[in-house]
């Protein structure tokens, strides 16, 4: 079946480290890739997507890169800052559905 | 401003009264979605509408029912609400399904049920 696997968090990082948040994935055919942010109070907002091997999705500094021979999409940021303290959400969308599948969240703290 | 409303925001009611979620966008989007997120199980989808009309099961449809008679609204129903369905709920949006329209998410309505 389809299902995504994110590192347990709490992560816990100081201003202006380098941050990354393990993400795989299992499924069949050629899904889309996502990573979600949800700020404290608020819903999901798409951070950045890709949709097929090999492709690098960026937004806001975060990069993460479709890795088909890992089934991997590690989220990446150079230098965190404390506004990026949220819950990060990988999910996928399997090839010719609507249906997102999300992983369980990791939560980021940043502390200055 | 383009957004997902959710109403209410927070709910606290007793097992067995019925309630309805309303959720209502104003970007005049094809597709609506329910999830429910609880703690270690991330978001799992409830119903999706893909237009007017019609509906579908996601991955945990047991104890709810929806309705998209408009394009603009898609009303959550918990006919018979009980504890288990004690989560936070979100509304998604996005102008059709697929990959390449993102969607769109409220801010959610955290049901508590005694």
């Known amino acids: 079946g389809n299902s995504v696997t994110q590192m347990e968090g709490p992560v816990t990082l100081s201003e202006e480290a380098f941050l990354t948040i393990n993400c795989t994935y299992t499924a069949t055919g050629y899904p889309s890739l996502f990573w979600y942010v949800q700020y404290p109070g608020e819903g999901l907002q798409l951070l950045l997507k890709?949709?097929?091997?090999?492709d690098k999705g960026s937004n806001k500094g975060f990069e993460a890169t479709y890795r088909k021979e890992t089934t991997s999409f590690h989220l990446e940021k150079g230098s965190v800052q404390v506004s990026d303290s949220a819950v990060y959400f990988c999910a996928l969308m399997p090839y010719n559905t609507d249906k997102l599948i999300f992983g369980t969240g990791t939560r980021l703290q940043v502390f200055p | 401003e383009a957004q997902v409303t959710q109403n209410p925001r927070y709910l606290i009611t007793v097992t067995g009264k019925k309630l309805t979620v309303t959720c209502s966008q104003n970007?005049?989007?094809?597709?609506m979605s329910w999830y429910r997120q609880d703690p270690g199980l991330g978001l799992r989808q409830i119903y999706y509408?893909?237009?007017?009309?019609?509906?579908d099961k996601g991955d945990v449809p047991e104890g709810y029912k929806v309705s998209r008679k408009e394009k603009r609204n898609f009303p959550l129903i918990l006919e018979s609400p009980s504890p288990n369905q004690t989560s936070l709920y979100f509304c998604?949006?996005?102008?059709?399904?697929?990959?390449?329209?993102?969607?769109?998410f409220g801010d959610g309505t955290r049901l508590s049920i005694l």
């Open positions: 970007m005049n989007h094809e597709y």
């Open positions: 890709a949709t097929k091997a090999d």
């Open positions: 509408s893909m237009n007017v009309e019609v509906t």
């Open positions: 998604a949006s996005s102008l059709s399904g697929g990959a390449l329209r993102p969607q769109h």
